[in-house]
Structure formats: C-alpha cells, structure tokens
C-alpha cells in the first residue's frame, strides 16, 4: 500500500501541479500567482516544523543529529543554488550574443532545457523526499505532498513563462513540462526500494525534506515577495503566509 500512496502522491504533485501551473499561465487564473507563492512559503514552513522535524525527532532521531543534518542540508541547497546560478552567468557572460536586447532565440532556447533540466532533478529528488515521507508515515507523506504542490504550482507557472519566452508553442510547453513531472515518480519508485533496505535513513533524509523546504521559502519565496511592498499587496501576503500555515496545522491535528 504504500509504494500505490508514493506512485498516487508523486502524480498528484507532478501531474496536476502541471496543469494548474498551466491553468495560471495562460490566464484563467493570472492574478493568482502572487498569493499562491505567499500562501506557498507559509505551507513550506508549516510543513517543515510543524511535520517534518517532529516526525524525524520521534523516530529517535537526537537533537543533535537532527539540527546538524538541518543545518547541512540549508548549507547544501545553498551551495547547488550557486554552483546553478554560477553556471547560468558564466553561460550568458561568454555566449556573446546582445543582452541589452533581452534573450535572443539562440539562448532562450537553451534556457528553456536548462529550466527543464533543473526542474527534472528537482522533481526527482521530491520523488525520493516522499517515499521516505510516507514510510516514515503516511499521513505525513499526506501533509508532504500537499506542501509539495502549494510550492510546485507558482514554481511550474515561472516554467512555463519561460519556455514560452524560449519559443516553444502553449502545447509543446504543456508536453514536456509533463514529461519532466514524471520524474517524481521515478524517485519515488526508487527512493522506496532503496530506503527499504537502509530504513535507519529515512528520519534524516525527512530532515534533508524540511531543510529544502524552509530553504525554497526563505532564500526564493519570501524575497520575491518583499521586492512587493504596498499595503494592499503585504496584507495579502501576511493572510496567505498564515493560510498556508493553518492550513498544515489543520492537516496535521485532522491526519493525527
């Protein structure tokens, strides 16, 4: 039963985070970027505290062992984050095409397999994350996948973005983003055969979890948000940080 919850989760937060972001993109839902990345950052952070490290720490997991791990994952995603944006200037600082005119076909079309690249990794490595989420427990896998898409579908939405800037049609764009979701599953798939056999990983890999997880809320989503600083835009952001939070809360006490 649990390998069906991982292949259902892994879908769930490839599959339709996908066709949410592409409801947003072309603009059914537009305006609802903004709040969907506020309430994102306080379900992440919901997410991370008030499951993740509890849930690793009742495994038996010490203080000590848990904060150390914390610590090197936050330090770990900071670390791949530069090597990535090191490479991506390095890229556009030596292809000698005209910047000051804004991405020409050339390059934005190799951004827009960069982003896809990147963004099958990244769901790969979710993959992993919510297998060993659900076997630690499955409501906590639950509460995982739903913190999953509420970061996924702003996230797919900025993909999109790019891939139509890149030149690609509405449809090819949809295709391949779909295409790159599925990469979670595989990591599920292969994150429950191999944690199957090193069991005494999975609270520390449910920590290396929460530490993407308040690392994408504190080093990507909260700074976009606070390039918006009018007081009807930070209103928002303050009730759907807190939504985001309630509604992992809710999930939590509800699931236990």
């Not at 069906?4 to 769930?12: E, F, M, S």
């Not at 994350?129 to 739903?146: E, N, Q, V």
């Not at 994150?191 to 069991?199: K, V």
């Amino acid at each position: 039963m649990i390998l069906i919850y991982i292949l259902a989760a892994t879908l769930a937060g490839g599959v339709l985070s996908v066709l949410a972001a592409a409801l947003i993109t072309y603009g059914v839902l537009s305006h609802m970027v903004q709040r969907l990345v506020s309430f994102a950052a306080g379900a992440l952070l919901g997410a991370a505290f008030l499951d993740l490290l509890p849930e690793a720490a009742s495994a038996g997991l010490s203080s000590q062992s848990l904060f150390a791990t914390l610590l090197g994952g936050l330090l770990a995603f900071f670390l791949l984050e530069k090597f990535a944006l090191w490479r991506h200037s390095h890229h556009h600082e030596h292809d000698g095409h005209g910047h000051e005119h804004g991405f020409d076909a050339h390059e934005a079309g190799k951004s827009g397999m960069l982003i896809l690249l990147g963004d099958s990794l990244h769901n790969f490595a979710d993959g992993i994350l919510l297998a060993a989420a659900f076997m630690a427990d499955p409501k906590l896998g639950a509460i995982t996948t739903l913190s999953i898409i509420a970061h996924e579908v702003p996230q797919e939405a900025g993909d999109f973005i790019v891939l139509l800037n890149a030149g690609y049609s509405k449809a090819r764009a949809l295709a391949y983003n779909v295409l790159s979701s599925l990469a979670s599953v595989v990591g599920g798939v292969l994150g429950y055969f191999a944690l199957e056999h090193i069991r005494w990983a999975v609270p520390y890999v449910v920590v290396i979890a929460a530490s993407s997880f308040v690392y994408i809320a504190v080093a990507d989503l909260i700074p976009w948000m606070q390039r918006r600083t009018d007081g009807h835009t930070s209103v928002w952001q303050v009730v759907m940080v807190a939504l985001g939070v309630a509604v992992i809360g809710v999930s939590h006490y509800t699931l236990h």
